[in-house]
């Protein structure tokens, strides 16, 4: 970006740009560059990616320019550029990311869209929900928002909107701020308590047997599967978030060994593991008497990647 035409700086339309930084950052082995090329652009702009492309010849001034060349550089290092702009999409919206925690995934939509079907398939009109370690709260927040919206469309029958209350639970208090920020964006924040805790820790007892659901995305990733990660997730995500141990069940085995007396009889467990720990996670469940093991859920690259389990009723 720094060609010139005699002693005047080339001028840069968003067309130029994507062209440029798309094959730049593909060079530099960046998941999905024609994405991470729109994310920087339209952050610079203050544009949606659509946007983009119906003004393609718009031109880009010289401090956009400055702001856009110095993003694309840490992108090219592998800092993940949901980082660098600040947000990332989850289940159809739109949610503020940092540092503070890892950055939503399309495997934990496959909890979110569980949750939601499950809920509405009970024919409650009430639910209490617990998320353990909510990071970005992208799970708590996107459930809640669903539930609470009453849905109709042109291909299903309505569904009357739900009376739902939550509490969503984290050890980083960075974490936590940002989740708030992200229940109010999406005017949920009244429905959802945040809290610091390591898993039930701080949960007050007399909310036992009381969670409709339970939700999570813990750290599940092993010593071996955590030095295979790609830079921009060993390099820049927070290893608190990711990394539980040896075989990677330092969160899951507790978790399984406690949960079933936070959930009421015939309560739902919808739980996020790696691919590889489906046997152990099975095994685990099962070895807890007030669970009732239903599978393991491929997510949206057919892997096994959500454990279903209920208290016995």
């Keep these: 970006m720094n060609a010139k035409q005699g002693t005047t700086e080339k001028i840069w339309t968003t067309r130029e740009l994507l062209a440029w930084m798309t094959p730049f950052l593909t060079g530099k082995k960046i ?8 994310m920087l652009l339209g952050h610079v702009l203050g544009c949606d990616r659509t946007r983009l492309y119906m003004e393609s010849d718009r031109v880009v001034d010289a401090a956009q320019l400055a702001r856009l060349r110095e993003l694309v550089r840490r992108a090219a290092e592998h800092e993940p550029v949901q980082y660098l702009v600040g947000e990332t999409w989850f289940y159809a919206k739109p949610y503020f990311v940092d540092s503070s925690t890892l950055i939503p995934r399309p495997s934990t939509e496959r909890v979110t869209e569980l949750a939601v079907a499950w809920a509405r398939l009970t024919g409650q009109t009430s639910l209490r929900m617990l998320d353990l370690c909510t990071g970005s ?19 299903e029958p309505p569904v009357a909107a739900m009376e739902v209350s939550a509490l969503a639970t984290d050890l980083v208090p960075a974490a936590l701020v940002l989740a708030a920020r992200n229940a109010a964006r999406h005017g949920v924040d009244a429905r959802i308590e945040f809290r610091a805790s390591d898993l039930f ?7 036992q047997g009381a969670f409709d659901l339970i939700t999570a995305n813990p750290p ?7 030095a295979q990660c790609a830079p921009n997730v060993r390099e820049h995500e927070p290893a608190t978030a990711l990394r539980a141990g040896a075989e990677g069940l330092n969160v899951i085995e507790p978790l ?36 009732v093991f239903h599978g393991v859920e491929n997510d949206g690259d057919n892997l ?4 279903v389990a209920d208290r016995v009723a």
């Design 31 to 38: 998941d999905s560059p024609r994405v991470c090329a729109e």
């Design 137 to 155: 709260g992208c799970v708590v927040v996107s459930v809640v928002s669903a539930l609470v919206t009453p849905k109709r469309n042109n291909y």
């Design 201 to 207: 820790a701080s949960i007050d007892a007399a909310q």
């Design 220 to 226: 599940y990733i092993s010593d071996a599967e955590w």
């Design 256 to 291: 399984l060994q406690n949960v079933a007396k936070w959930l009421r009889p015939g309560g739902r467990l919808l739980l996020e593991i790696a691919a590889s720990q489906a046997n152990a996670a099975q095994r685990l469940t099962r070895a807890n008497t007030q669970l």
């Design 304 to 307: 096994p990647r959500v454990l």
